[in-house]
């Protein structure tokens, strides 16, 4: 290796620890909810709470336009200023949503003064010069196959997430520890988000946020949208229910009810010799 590479290698060495040194000493190192107040919007209790939470996997229930993305992308980038070296990943039922959450999280990252250099930046990617990664994932299982270790692993519209996706993303955070946020409107009783909300483990920490609770929805558009929408579609968009999807032909619990435990499985023996 030649004198001057060794230099130039120097050099970035130093950068990179007067980078951390920085990020540290800045105002949102405690305080990922000031982050998000610098984007533009004051987090509400329930975005106080997730931003708080380093250590649960998480659920969010929430209406449209809760919130529930400029929580997460606030969340996402502080991990990736003040854990050097963070992997963040953003996946979605479809590379535009992923995208739009990833946007995010670069637009707080100008907006708070790019406390952490950028290294690199593309259309999905942000490299900072503490090492972190924040990237954005089409949802195929192709294609967050060969990821490993990540700090954070965000999901956005989960309802809509595939379950085989769900199953190939999970594994990756079997040696971090990281943790995972999954956040959404309802989609029906079906998949795997409706059933970790209905019946998963209790480790969960699930958040649920209606249309109510949000001070950005006024009653006057809650009344227009009940008007213009089907009872079942308004109930899942603005107030989290569970319903059964437009195109079923049974009604979920008219399935359940159709199973008992009580009877005993009828038993048949093949080749079983005439009476």
Same mark, same amino acid.
């Given at each position: 290796?030649?004198?001057?590479?060794?230099?130039?290698?120097?050099?970035?060495?130093?950068?990179?620890?007067?980078?951390?040194?920085?990020?540290?000493?800045?105002?949102?190192?405690?305080?990922?909810?000031?982050?998000?107040?610098?984007?533009?919007?004051?987090?509400?209790?329930?975005?106080?709470?997730?931003?708080?939470?380093?250590?649960?996997?998480?659920?969010?229930?929430?209406?449209?336009?809760?919130?529930?993305?400029? &929580?997460?992308?606030?969340? %996402? !980038?502080?991990?990736? #200023?003040?854990?050097?070296?963070?992997?963040?990943? $953003?996946? =979605?039922?479809?590379?535009?949503?992923?995208?739009?959450l990833f946007h995010k999280c670069v637009y707080l990252h100008r907006v708070?003064?790019?406390?952490?250099? &950028?290294?690199?930046?593309? %259309? !999905?990617?942000?490299? #900072?010069?503490?090492?972190?990664?924040?990237?954005? $994932?089409? =949802?195929?299982?192709?294609?967050?196959?060969?990821?490993?270790?990540?700090?954070?692993?965000?999901?956005?519209?989960?309802?809509?997430?595939?379950?085989?996706?769900?199953?190939?993303?999970?594994?990756?955070?079997?040696?971090?520890?990281?943790?995972?946020?999954?956040?959404?409107?309802?989609?029906?009783?079906?998949?795997?988000?409706?059933?970790?909300?209905?019946?998963?483990?209790?480790?969960?920490?699930?958040?649920?946020?209606?249309?109510?609770?949000?001070?950005?929805?006024t009653e006057e558009f809650l009344r227009r949208e009940r008007r213009r929408?089907?009872?079942?579609?308004?109930?899942?968009?603005?107030?989290?229910?569970?319903?059964?999807?437009?195109?079923?032909?049974?009604?979920?619990?008219?399935?359940?009810?159709?199973?008992?435990?009580?009877?005993?499985?009828?038993?048949?023996?093949?080749?079983?010799?005439?009476?």
């Amino acid at each position: 290796m030649s004198t001057r590479t060794q230099i130039r290698e120097l050099r970035t060495q130093v950068e990179r620890l007067q980078t951390a040194t920085v990020a540290d000493r800045s105002d949102y190192a405690d305080d990922p909810c000031a982050m998000m107040t610098a984007g533009g919007q004051e987090p509400d209790p329930w975005q106080r709470e997730i931003l708080e939470n380093t250590s649960d996997d998480l659920l969010q229930l929430v209406c449209r336009q809760g919130g529930k993305s400029t &929580a997460a992308a606030a969340k %996402a !980038l502080h991990c990736a #200023l003040y854990e050097p070296g963070s992997l963040v990943l $953003l996946s =979605g039922p479809s590379l535009r949503q992923a995208q739009e959450l990833f946007h995010k999280c670069v637009y707080l990252h100008r907006v708070t003064n790019e406390i952490v250099a &950028a290294d690199n930046l593309s %259309a !999905l990617r942000l490299e #900072l010069a503490n090492r972190s990664r924040i990237i954005a $994932l089409p =949802g195929t299982e192709a294609t967050v196959r060969g990821y490993s270790g990540p700090r954070l692993v965000i999901l956005d519209e989960a309802a809509w997430i595939p379950d085989q996706l769900f199953y190939t993303l999970t594994p990756m955070l079997a040696v971090s520890g990281g943790q995972l946020i999954a956040m959404t409107t309802p989609g029906g009783k079906r998949g795997w988000f409706w059933r970790e909300w209905m019946e998963g483990r209790n480790d969960y920490a699930r958040v649920k946020v209606t249309a109510a609770e949000c001070p950005r929805i006024t009653e006057e558009f809650l009344r227009r949208e009940r008007r213009r929408m089907p009872a079942p579609v308004f109930e899942s968009e603005y107030f989290c229910t569970f319903t059964d999807t437009i195109d079923s032909v049974f009604r979920y619990s008219d399935i359940a009810a159709a199973f008992t435990d009580d009877l005993e499985p009828l038993t048949i023996i093949e080749n079983a010799e005439a009476a």
